[in-house]
């Protein structure tokens, strides 16, 4: 089904011409080819503690190299994967094989227990038999639980409250912990952070880009930041590119921190060459 392309034309993927309905037909084919093949890949980047900046988790991120097009954005694969269904399967790929590859870090570097977020996309969530999933990958690939974070986004809790509660709950039940991912970025009032049962709050790096001495961003970060603290929760700043935005982001009280100015997504094979991560714990 896939259109032969002639003279090796390299097509990027324009998440703008996502609408066009025959490219995503397309993409949607060439995925599940993907998937079959293992074109399929998994980045992870640190995710580091603001007070000392030791490295404490990695966060999986699906890469995907088209033998023609190249590398095709996360986003772009999603919502392929999202409008197709296929994203069951994808997320479960994703899971399984970050859990493995965490199982398998530990028995190299069993002084570094680090934790491991993987990214649920709504649909991926709500799909029958979800939880059931999780657990059967856990056990299958002997992953400690309370080393797993899921990070699922606000608009699944606005738009289907109810049900997403007791899918989150059945999570909670089988020892994971929740992070609530691009926090700031839609409508999430501040009070699903207590209805929900989310461990970590993550503000998303379009706010964190704004952040600054003075500046409003900064304020209402310092508030979430506060509220979720007092919640229980922990809060991460996403995308911290610049040493600015690492002193506003300390002196706002994040916990933890993840941008390119620690790390960006690496293979899994570069992932403890990095000093900070052969470093600690030595
Ligand atoms: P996200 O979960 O918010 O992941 C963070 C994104 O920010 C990643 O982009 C990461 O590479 C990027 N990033 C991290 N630090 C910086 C920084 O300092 N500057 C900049 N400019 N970017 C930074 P990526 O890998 O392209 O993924 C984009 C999105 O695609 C993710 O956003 C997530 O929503 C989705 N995604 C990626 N992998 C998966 C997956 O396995 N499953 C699902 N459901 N979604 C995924
Ligand atoms: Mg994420
Ligand atoms: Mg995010
Ligand atoms: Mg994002």
Not at 115 to 125: E, G, H, K, M, T
Not at 169 to 176: A, Q
Not at 226 to 241: K, P, R, S
Not at 261 to 279: H, K, N, V
């Amino acid at each position: 089904q896939a259109k032969r392309r002639g003279g090796g034309t390299h097509q990027i993927v324009d998440l703008r011409t996502a609408g066009d309905s025959r490219d995503r037909h397309e993409l949607e084919q060439e995925l599940r080819v993907a998937l079959a093949r293992s074109e399929l890949d998994l980045a992870y980047q640190p995710i580091v503690r603001m007070v000392d900046g030791s490295v404490v988790g990695v966060e999986a991120l699906l890469r995907w190299t088209h033998p023609a097009r190249g590398a095709v954005p996360a986003e772009a694969a999603i919502a392929v994967a999202e409008q197709s269904g296929l994203i069951t399967r994808l997320g479960a790929w994703v899971l399984e094989r970050a859990c493995r590859d965490r199982t398998s870090w530990l028995v190299e570097h069993p002084g570094q227990p680090l934790d491991l977020s993987v990214n649920v996309s709504p649909r991926q969530l709500m799909t029958p038999g979800f939880v059931t999933s999780v657990s059967a990958v856990l056990g299958v690939t002997a992953m400690d639980p309370a080393a797993l974070v899921l990070e699922v986004t606000e608009g699944i809790l606005i738009e289907d409250g109810d049900r997403a509660m007791r899918v989150l709950g059945d999570l909670k039940r089988l020892g994971v912990r929740l992070a609530l991912d691009d926090f700031g970025t839609g409508y999430c009032s501040l009070s699903y952070l207590q209805r929900f049962p989310i461990d970590i709050v993550k503000i998303d790096q379009s706010f964190v880009s704004r952040l600054g001495p003075q500046t409003t961003a900064s304020a209402i970060a310092a508030s979430v930041t506060n509220l979720a603290h007092l919640l229980d929760m922990e809060v991460t700043a996403e995308g911290i590119e610049t040493g600015r935005q690492h002193d506003e982001v300390v002196s706002i009280g994040c916990d933890l921190g993840q941008g390119f100015l620690y790390a960006e997504p690496t293979s899994t094979q570069d992932l403890f060459a990095q000093p900070r991560l052969s470093g600690i714990n030595a």
